[in-house]
């Protein structure tokens, strides 16, 4: 595997459902994301995770937790979601300057998630 | 507060350029991203400026202008395949980047 891989690619829940999204990065980066995508809207920052801490929350529901054991891997717990979270949930990575990196950002192919 | 903005949506012919603008407010300035990303697929990095000038790569080619808080994309000699939505962000001083809602550009024979 290389690049950024993220499972499952579509996901269909109902709201009182708990499921997980999975990602995982071989790029050696130091850094991993979680955006959710809706249509024609900017990509919204979730959660950040610089060598495994927690750097970035930005208001998000309790009802997503974020989950980074290590470096290469991130999930996101997903319960009693609403109908309004469907969405495409891209996980990317990133090496900062520090780590000899430039903050580029690469994408994994998202996880399409409905909630009925 | 941060913004992009971009257009919507453009449309170019085959072979022609086109070129996409972007102005950008950030809380501190790191550099500007463009991002390429077809439909139902993760978006790629195309271009990091974070000096006044131009980039060039290939058929694309980027630009920026600090003191106007501005950037564009130009593509060049345009192929069917690069029709796609082309994301501007800009790296604040947390080096969080601060998305644009994307441009869709459609191109026709």
């Known amino acids: 595997e290389t690049g950024v891989t993220q499972t499952p690619r579509h996901l269909v829940m109902g709201m009182t459902n708990k499921k997980s999204l999975k990602c995982e990065q071989h790029?050696?980066?130091?850094?991993m994301y979680w955006y959710k995508q809706s249509a024609k809207k900017p990509l919204e920052l979730m959660f950040v995770y610089n060598f495994k801490e927690q750097t970035e929350n930005n208001s998000v529901p309790s009802r997503f937790s974020p989950e980074c054991p290590n470096s290469s891997h991130l999930f996101l717990h997903l319960h009693t979601l609403q109908p309004e979270d469907s969405a495409l949930y891209l996980c990317a990575s990133s090496q900062d300057q520090i780590a000899g990196g430039t903050y580029e950002q690469y994408f994994g192919p998202g996880t399409r998630l409905t909630v009925t | 507060g941060q913004n992009i903005d971009q257009p919507t949506e453009m449309t170019a012919t085959e072979g022609a350029i086109v070129q996409i603008n972007c102005t950008y407010q950030?809380?501190?300035?790191?550099?500007l991203f463009w991002y390429q990303q077809h439909a139902g697929e993760a978006p790629t990095f195309l271009s990091y400026?974070?000096l006044d000038g131009l980039e060039e790569k290939g058929r694309f080619s980027s630009f920026l202008s600090r003191s106007k808080g501005y950037s564009y994309l130009l593509l060049k000699e345009l192929q069917m395949k690069d029709s796609a939505s082309y994301l501007c962000a800009g790296m604040d001083s947390n080096y969080q980047l601060i998305w644009g809602a994307g441009t869709k550009l459609i191109i026709k024979p």
């Open positions: 790029l050696g980066h130091n850094a």
């Open positions: 950030t809380s501190g300035f790191n550099g």
């Open positions: 400026n974070v």
